[in-house]
T-cell receptor, first 115, second 109 residues
Framework: DAMVIQNPRYQVTQFGKPVTLSCSQT?????MYWYQQKSSQAPKLLFH???????NEADTPDNFQSRRPNTSFCFLDIRSPGLGDAAMYLC??????????????FGPGTRLTVT | GENVEQHPSTLSVQEGDSAVIKCTYS??????FPWYKQELGKGPQLIID?????GEKKDQRIAVTLNKTAKHFSLHITETQPEDSAVYFC????????FGSGTKLNVKP
């Protein structure tokens, strides 16, 4: 089945130790998104790629970076995780996203714990 | 930017009853309104959506209504079942999603 896959599902990292979360999709969608979701809150958009074009949200900390080496894969890098970065990280995809809106399909998320 | 307000924050209903969740938005340019269901420890799952050229859409026990003039839209779940228990998020979008704050629905058997 076509889907959005996130690995790992659970990640524990130490304070200040770089960590990378991965997302892959078999939907062949143009747009890939990274959201941060803290407990009992709505998902917060960090950035998205439209094809190879990177779009950062204005309030996304510099500590968060992303790479999209090809259509199928997208990575979230947290350079120096702090305790406040502990959250669920959600990857989503949509077929398109310019000028009008398309359905976004979410992966199962990666739960990040910072010790 | 867009501002989406969602009410109530928690909703408890008896199995078989109906549940209604309401959202308002501020940006008249928003033209797409999805609803997501999120179960504990899982990613949001799209359950129904509506575009601004439609006033109502139904899919079995789930329906969504949209009032563009008043800038509000609602999710209706009929004949609720315990497996409907989850957090529901609305969103409004033109080019990116603005989520509501979520409603925790508890369906009591």
């Amino acid at each position: 089945d076509a889907m959005v896959i996130q690995n790992p599902r659970y990640q524990v990292t130490q304070f200040g130790k770089p960590v990378t979360l991965s997302c892959s999709q078999t939907l062949n969608h143009n747009v890939m998104y990274w959201y941060q979701q803290k407990s009992s809150q709505a998902p917060k958009l960090l950035f998205h790629y439209y094809d190879k074009d990177f779009n950062n949200e204005a309030d996304t900390p510099d500590n968060f970076q992303s790479r999209r080496p090809n259509t199928s894969f997208c990575f979230l890098d947290i350079r120096s995780p702090g305790l406040g970065d502990a959250a669920m990280y959600l990857c989503a995809t949509s077929r398109d996203g310019t000028g009008t809106s398309y359905e976004q399909y979410f992966g199962p998320g990666t739960r990040l714990t910072v010790t | 930017g867009e501002n989406v307000e969602q009410h109530p924050s928690t909703l408890s209903v008896q199995e078989g009853d109906s549940a209604v969740i309401k959202c308002t938005y501020s940006d008249s340019a928003s033209n797409y309104f999805p609803w997501y269901k999120q179960e504990l420890g899982k990613g949001p799952q799209l359950i129904i959506d509506i575009r601004s050229n439609v006033g109502e859409k139904k899919d079995q026990r789930i329906a969504v209504t949209l009032n563009k003039t008043a800038k509000h839209f609602s999710l209706h779940i009929t004949e609720t079942q315990p497996e409907d228990s989850a957090v529901y998020f609305c969103a409004a979008s033109f080019s990116k999603f603005y989520f509501g704050s979520g409603t925790k629905l508890n369906v009591k058997p």
